[in-house]
């Protein structure tokens, strides 16, 4: 049995926001399956009672003084941008057209 | 010896004294670039000027009477991830060709305030992901020793700069073993230090709980050297540790381990290890007890779970992490065309701009953080996470330092592995450990395997905020390896054909 269907890798897709062609998905389920079977073995790791970690070191919330400080300026922030317009990012349309 | 053949410290010891000026040593590296790396390929971008200008910046501040460090007028190869703002910055990818990077990565800003002379930023494997550098957008890095075989990765072409003498030192970052692993198969010197010593800001994150930054140089105190003059607490990386930089220079000039504690990791050993590395590891277990060692066999059971658990905790941090290339604030965008929205607009540039690699990791993440998946992948792959930390935490109760081969084989041929990702992920076995509990860790060269004569690495793993002990472990290693050999083991690879000028 696989671990991953074809149709499951097609969903995480759309859920990684990837428009990947049907050649790139087959190609890529034979391998997510063949990744997904062999990480799976920390699934051998059954103790309940192991705490999680999630980070390396023991830290907790570190807070910074809430001041005022120098940042990018508007020029320097949208310098990269792929387009703009009056100091702002101009995105495609972010709703339906219905909507 | 030529200038490009001095070390870092030497070449810093030559620039203060006033031998050699800061411009004369970049303009003998920008020579070495262009002389070798059409074939190499280990830099993405070098703009010779701005080279130079840097140089001659270093040579008015000393001539200001400024105080500078010990690395003032050393040129360096920086790693592609980090941010500049005077070059472009990609992280290997498509996503972020041309990209130049509003502000300054801290270690970037302590390279520069320590008077190092940035030659140009080096080759990687796209956002880090990988252990050769053939996942890079802009082409394969070859390793100096062989330019058939990979420099490894993700900091390959750091490695393979160091390794060809383009530069004396180079960055790297290490969320896996991308430091130690390239470093081991190029017979050079590169170290991961404890999680939190050096600075996160303004690299581009790939697994934020992993990433550290750290250096490459061809002997270990120019590592060190290196490693303490951009380490340290950063108010702009909120993991960053509060403490002091442990006393890693003087570690490595220290360079002794007599009644010094060493452990074998008895689990890195046997199948899918090549004969060759076992030897020279075995080797330099029997010279570190004849240096005056305390060698015992540790047994560490859960490491065997930390590369699976691993390929689940790196994809869905970088799941998260890579969701900011969105196509809408930098980066690329495509197939805008005034009728497509900004969803449809930000899957097909992703789906444009990201390698192979990046989106199979993207989706296992994806899937590893999905309800109904979490539980029985993510949330194990933590338990794991914490029986590595209790692993680590016996190991150190009974000795000063871990040992292990940095690899399990030598540098492979290019294209061997570019379409299977589980024998790729193999490369990084050994180094995975230390990156899943922060711990310091470091690769020195220890010989060259039998069957291929490619170099051989030896890791060295200490306790969080340790760095100091694998600092000083590994210069006793390199102390008594070049007695035996007469000189470096890099004196050993082939001379690479310089093309005409």
Redesign the interface.
């Known amino acids: 049995m696989s671990a991953?269907t074809r149709d499951?890798?097609a969903h995480?897709?759309?859920?990684?926001?990837?428009?990947?062609?049907e050649d790139?998905l087959d190609h890529?389920a034979a391998?997510?399956d063949?990744?997904?079977s062999?990480?799976?073995?920390?699934?051998?790791?059954t103790?309940e009672e192991?705490?999680?970690?999630?980070?390396?070191?023991p830290?907790t919330n570190?807070y910074?003084a809430d001041e005022v400080r120098p940042s990018?300026t508007p020029e320097?922030?949208l310098?990269?941008?792929?387009?703009a317009e009056e100091q702002r990012?101009r995105?495609?349309?972010?709703?339906?057209e219905e909507a | 010896m030529t200038l490009i053949k001095k070390s870092a410290a030497e070449l810093g010891a030559l620039i203060a004294s006033g031998e050699a000026s800061a411009v004369e040593v970049a303009q003998a590296h920008l020579e070495r670039v262009r002389a070798v790396d059409g074939q190499v390929h280990a830099f993405l971008h070098v703009d010779d000027e701005a080279v130079l200008a840097q140089a001659r910046r270093v040579d008015e501040r000393r001539a200001g009477g400024e105080e500078l460090g010990p690395l003032a007028g050393v040129p360096i190869a920086h790693k592609d991830v980090f941010t500049t703002t005077d070059m472009p910055t990609t992280a290997g990818s498509k996503i972020l060709e041309g990209w130049r990077p509003p502000y300054d990565a801290t270690v970037t800003a302590r390279l520069r305030k320590a008077g190092l002379v940035i030659l140009g930023k080096t080759n990687m494997d796209e956002f880090a992901m990988g252990s050769s550098t053939e996942n890079s957008a802009y082409g394969v890095t070859r390793n100096p020793w062989d330019l058939s075989r990979v420099p490894g990765g993700s900091s390959g072409g750091s490695s393979a700069a160091v390794a060809a003498y383009q530069a004396p030192l180079s960055t790297g970052t290490d969320t896996g073993g991308s430091i130690r692993q390239p470093a081991a198969v190029t017979g050079i010197v590169g170290t991961k230090p404890t999680y939190g010593g050096s600075s996160r800001y303004g690299i581009i994150a790939f697994a934020s709980s992993l990433d550290t930054p750290g250096p490459f140089a061809r002997n270990v105190l120019d590592a060190a050297l290196l490693h303490e003059a951009f380490s340290g607490h950063d108010v702009m990386d909120s993991t960053s540790i509060d403490r002091a930089v442990p006393p890693v220079v003087e570690a490595a000039r220290r360079a002794d381990v007599n009644g010094l504690r060493v452990g074998v990791v008895k689990e890195f050993a046997g199948e899918g290890y090549q004969a060759g590395v076992l030897n020279r590891f075995n080797e330099t277990v029997e010279l570190l007890e004849s240096l005056g060692a305390k060698v015992v066999e540790v047994g560490c059971p859960s490491f065997a779970y930390a590369l699976p658990a691993y390929y689940l905790i790196a994809p869905s941090e970088a799941s998260s992490n890579l969701a900011r290339f969105d196509a809408m604030r930098y980066g690329l965008r495509v197939a805008d065309d005034g009728t497509r929205s900004a969803e449809e607009i930000m899957a097909l540039t992703r789906a444009q701009g990201f390698g192979p690699e990046v989106k199979r990791r993207i989706m296992l993440g994806t899937y590893a953080l999905s309800s109904g998946y979490y539980d029985a992948y993510y949330g194990k792959a933590q338990q794991v996470r914490t029986l590595i930390a209790r692993d680590f935490d016996n190991a150190f109760e009974q000795v000063d330092v871990l040992v292990s081969p940095t690899t399990p084989t030598t540098a492979f041929p290019i294209g061997e592995r570019a379409d299977d990702p589980m024998a790729m992920y193999l490369a990084d076995l050994c180094t995975i450990p230390s990156n899943l509990t922060g711990n310091a860790a470091i690769s020195v060269p220890c010989g060259l395997a039998d069957e291929d004569g490619l170099p051989v690495g030896l890791q060295i793993m200490a306790p969080v905020l340790g760095d100091d002990r694998v600092y000083r472990v590994g210069a006793a290693v390199e102390k008594a390896l070049e007695d035996r050999w007469g000189g470096p083991l890099l004196a050993k690879a082939p001379e690479l054909a310089e093309a005409a000028k």
């Open positions: 991953i499951e890798v995480l897709a759309r859920l990684s926001r990837l428009a990947l062609g790139e890529l391998q997510l063949q990744i997904i062999a990480v799976a073995r920390v699934q051998e790791v103790a192991i705490p999680p970690t999630s980070h390396a070191l830290l570190v910074r990018l320097q922030a310098a990269g941008a792929p387009a990012f995105v495609p349309r972010i709703l339906d």
